[in-house]
């Protein structure tokens, strides 16, 4: 296709902003799956096409509209953001299509798999209509699922992800199988008043099954075998990656010192957290084993344990609003919801919907649990709903006026948007929102997840040796001055953030499947820290908390050089 034009009729507020508009309905056309996440009508009966010709066609039209958006002069100061955000993600992503790392790129967290199973979850129904839709999309599965298989086919050896990755989403696609997109049918079917026999959902279902089954085989017997067993992408790959999630210029070898420190810092104030709740305990893990049977933490059932994070996604509502940020009354609630079975490990959010028809929502991958441990979730929902990405993604969607349509729905910069969830941890914690030691103990644990993570994902990726001082992981002994390997990496989120064994193979799998994500969470606290503090020191007595959330969230994500400029000549004073 050829690009985005800016000769249409609109009552957007200026020709960026209707350029933007016009850029949004076309990748939505394009990609029927962020038609869906952003809530843009008419793609939710598609899936899209993985091929490579597809691919490529995509390539010319970022190209073109990287061209057209070029000659388009910002009128105000809202209109020179805009712009800046339009080029500088189209720019990234234009890159990626071009070196092949968006085709090469996949793994369990994301890839075309997980992201049309996910979909359906987002889907309405609530009548027979709404279940002729899905039917329809379910028979597309088939379709969609060959079209990333001809890709795969196409690609070499080094164009390939690690055997790690494909291995992980055959195993992915061998859980769908055995009956997930049934499920949705019957859900649906319930839900709409519809037979599911003849509406078609059972048929479409069950030939979606099927794909995934076949799927999973030819994964393993065909492209498995072509793949390379080397795991880190090496630093050619993982600059421009860091770059993108970060929006930033890092010094990587500075960054893998800090992050260390981090990790050391946090350790010694888990340490003496842990002593203090159980003199004598020996190590992390004997303190995490503690709390998790401890019966006043012990929440039991999936439904108890939705209802009581809806409970404290409330009153985090309650306590916040009018205080330290303004929060919309149309955006207050922020649902909880299970994750599909065959996702990853970690909880997520997905944001409303462009028209506010569909809430934001955390969704929890149980993994098989019927029992939890409380002290494990507080942190990690104020990092998922509020006031983190909920009230994030919320404030930016209501924020028309200052960000383009494009700059609200495929904006999205990592370092900006996870270092704003990572913040908000750390601000409920200087706010006091950890109610006993067990909950701050559990925020110190997640806190240590993040600095480990810059340096497993750095140190593996960039093939560099682990620290002088890192001592011994469990069974694997000293691992001092070793170089990094994915068991070093396992062993060393169990030991020093506490990870299940399970967790943390997820983890290091999805480190190792998406180059510099990992690093996103902690850079982008700690550039948040840095420009409130900041703006602290330049405004002394003028600096308002909640003003400066308010002006920070309403700029919209920004890569984190820019938005660290932009920040810093922010004023509460100015018109």
């Known amino acids: 296709m050829d690009g985005v034009t800016t000769n249409d009729q609109t009552t ?192 479409a279902a069950g030939a979606a099954d099927r794909a995934c089954g076949e799927l999973a085989a030819w994964l393993r017997s065909t492209v498995a075998p072509r793949t390379t067993v080397e795991d880190g992408c090496g630093r050619e790959r993982y600059v421009p990656w860091a770059r993108y999630f970060t929006g930033a210029e890092l010094d990587l070898e500075e960054l893998y010192r800090w992050g260390w420190e981090e990790s050391r810092r946090i350790h010694d104030r888990m340490v003496t957290l842990a002593d203090a709740m159980y003199p004598g305990v020996v190590g992390l893990r004997e303190a995490s084993v503690l709390l998790d049977h401890d019966p006043d933490q012990l929440v039991d ?139 701050e103990f559990g925020y110190l644990a997640g806190q240590a997840l993040r600095a480990n993570r810059i340096v497993v994902d750095v140190g593996l990726h960039l093939g560099l040796d682990a620290p002088d001082d890192l001592g011994v992981l469990g069974s694997l002994g000293d691992c001092s001055a070793r170089p990094w390997t994915a068991e070093m990496a396992v062993a060393l989120l169990e030991e020093w953030a506490i990870e299940e064994h399970a967790s943390a193979v997820s983890e290091v799998d999805r480190y190792l499947g998406m180059p510099g994500q990992a690093i996103s969470y902690k850079v982008g606290q700690r550039r948040w820290l840095e420009v409130r503090d900041e703006a602290r020191s330049r405004l002394g007595e003028r600096f308002d908390l909640k003003a400066f959330h308010q002006q920070a969230l309403e700029l919209g994500p920004l890569g984190l050089d820019l938005f660290a400029a932009e920040m810093a000549a922010w004023s509460p004073d100015a018109p």
Request: proline share 5%; glycine share 8%; aromatic share 8%.
């Open 301 to 439: 059932g999936t439904q108890v344990l939705l209802a009581r994070l809806r409970s404290f996604v409330d009153a985090a509502v309650e306590r916040l609003d009018g205080v330290h940020f303004d929060i919309d009354p149309r955006v207050r609630f922020c649902d909880v919801r299970l994750a599909p079975e065959g996702s990853a490990s970690a909880a997520y959010y997905i944001p409303v919907s462009e028209d506010l028809s569909r809430p934001g929502t955390t969704w929890y991958p149980t993994m098989g649990a019927t029992t939890f441990a409380w002290w494990r979730f507080p942190a990690t929902w104020y990092h998922e709903a509020v006031p983190g990405h909920h009230l994030q993604a919320a404030i930016a969607m209501l924020a028309a006026d200052r960000q383009s349509r494009f700059h609200r729905l495929r904006g999205w910069t990592s370092g900006y948007g996870e270092g704003w969830a990572l913040y908000a941890e750390r601000l409920m914690e200087e706010l006091d929102g950890y109610a006993s030691p067990a909950e």
């Open 12 to 203: 957007a507020r200026s020709p960026l902003f209707a350029f933007a508009d016009r850029l949004v309905d076309e990748l939505a056309a394009r990609d029927p799956l962020f038609a869906t996440m952003a809530g843009v009508a008419g793609y939710d009966d598609q899936l899209p096409d993985f091929s490579v010709e597809h691919q490529r066609d995509d390539e010319r039209m970022l190209g073109e509209s990287l061209r057209v958006v070029d000659g388009i002069d910002p009128t105000d100061e809202v209109d020179r953001i805009a712009k800046a955000v339009i080029v500088e993600r189209l720019s990234s992503d234009h890159a990626l299509l071009g070196s092949g790392e968006l085709r090469r790129t996949f793994s369990v967290i994301s890839s075309p798999l997980s992201e049309i199973r996910q979909v359906f979850e987002l889907m309405d129904a609530q009548s027979p209509a709404d279940a002729a839709v899905i039917a329809t999309r379910l028979g597309a599965v088939a379709g969609s699922l060959a079209s990333w298989r001809s890709s795969l086919a196409q690609a070499t050896s080094e164009q390939l992800p690690s055997r790690r990755h494909v291995l992980g989403v055959a195993d992915q696609a061998r859980t769908y199988a055995q009956g997930s997109f049934t499920d949705v049918a019957q859900r649906v079917a319930i839900a709409t008043g519809v037979d599911l026999d003849e509406s078609g959902l059972g048929e």
